[in-house]
């Protein structure tokens, strides 16, 4: 039952095709970068402007010189911005993706998202203030560029974060709301949809540390399956997705393996929003998202999905 908590790693699946590249014809109003006027004193200052110390924040992972589209990852529960895209051999696989997309700029995300630490005091916050964090944190980090278009991939918990932060945005009136505007594609890995059975004895477990550490078991409680609280995101989020002027490429991608002690943490059912496309990957909730290579089938399936919302936002630019 630890395993939970432990993280514990399997093999992840390995394909044989190389990467698949595509070019990409989305385009964007001219910038510094684009004529060839940014000269490398403004890109460190850029990076050391957009990038925050420690795990939370947004880190940038690739800014190339005139990008025409943001990723940004978003972990999930007791994950890092870090860790949780790092295999056990040490393939952080987003920047894989910055040399198969090289014309994307990078980010992954970090918020306080443990529910029980050993030293010191967990965060307190909830799916919305997490949202709220990233909806924030995106936007800032866009500076002048707040119409580029935005893929999110996220794992577990993250996504929900990601759905929140969307419709944050688009009840804002200010620049938020071009963060909602600009999205256009989410990649949920493992993202809860229907809550997870877990999340019982996880709270149980959360409670059981009380007495002896800080914990947040509220961020469980919403987490459950009769969660009125994640009912009410999902609703509010398919309902944001069928408005005729939004424009967002959904996948979903569910584990296939169970992890040690637990089971099937997020179970396809679960994973799956609504009647958007999905697939499966051949590993456990956490390695799901940890490739081992370039040429791991986990990380090909991703990579192509991104492409295809890379052809779906130049698809829609086209008409």
């Known amino acids: 039952m630890f395993g939970f908590f432990k993280r514990i790693r399997a093999a992840s699946s390995h394909g044989e095709e190389p990467s698949p590249k595509r070019a990409s014809n989305i385009t964007e109003s001219p910038t510094p970068q684009a004529s060839g006027l940014a000269t490398e004193a403004d890109r460190g200052t850029m990076a050391d402007l957009y990038s925050t110390e420690g795990g939370t924040g947004m880190r940038i992972i690739a800014d190339p010189e005139a990008p025409t589209l943001d990723i940004v990852f978003v972990h999930g529960l007791i994950g890092s911005r870090d860790k949780t895209w790092t295999h056990q051999n040490g393939f952080f696989w987003p920047d894989q993706l910055a040399k198969d997309i090289p014309y994307a700029r990078i980010m992954t995300f970090g918020y306080d998202a443990d529910v029980v630490k050993l030293w010191g005091q967990p965060g307190s916050n909830n799916i919305r203030k997490h949202g709220e964090s990233l909806a924030t944190a995106a936007s800032d980090r866009r500076g002048k560029h707040r119409k580029r278009p935005i893929n999110f991939i996220a794992h577990g918990l993250g996504g929900l974060v990601c759905q929140q932060a969307v419709l944050i945005c688009r009840e804002d009136q200010s620049n938020l709301v ?3 505007e600009s999205t256009r594609g989410i990649i949920f890995m493992g993202t809860p949809h229907g809550g997870v059975g877990i999340a019982g004895w996880a709270y149980a477990f959360a409670k059981y540390f009380r007495p002896f550490r800080q914990v947040n078991s509220d961020i469980l ?7 009125q609280q994640l009912t009410a995101i999902n609703q509010q989020f398919l309902k ?12 979903c991608f569910f584990e296939d393996k169970a992890s040690v002690g637990v089971g099937k943490i997020v179970p396809e059912s679960s994973a799956v929003l609504g009647q958007f496309q999905n697939q499966s990957i051949n590993a456990n909730h956490s390695d799901m998202v940890k490739f081992s290579g370039e040429y791991d089938g986990g990380y090909q399936s991703v990579l192509s999905r991104v492409l295809d919302i890379v052809e779906y936002i130049d698809a829609k630019a086209a008409k």
């Open 178 to 180: 071009k963060v909602s």
């Open 240 to 251: 944001f997705l069928g408005r005729t002027d939004v424009n967002i490429y959904i996948y």
């Open 221 to 227: 409680v919403e987490l459950g399956r009769d969660s």
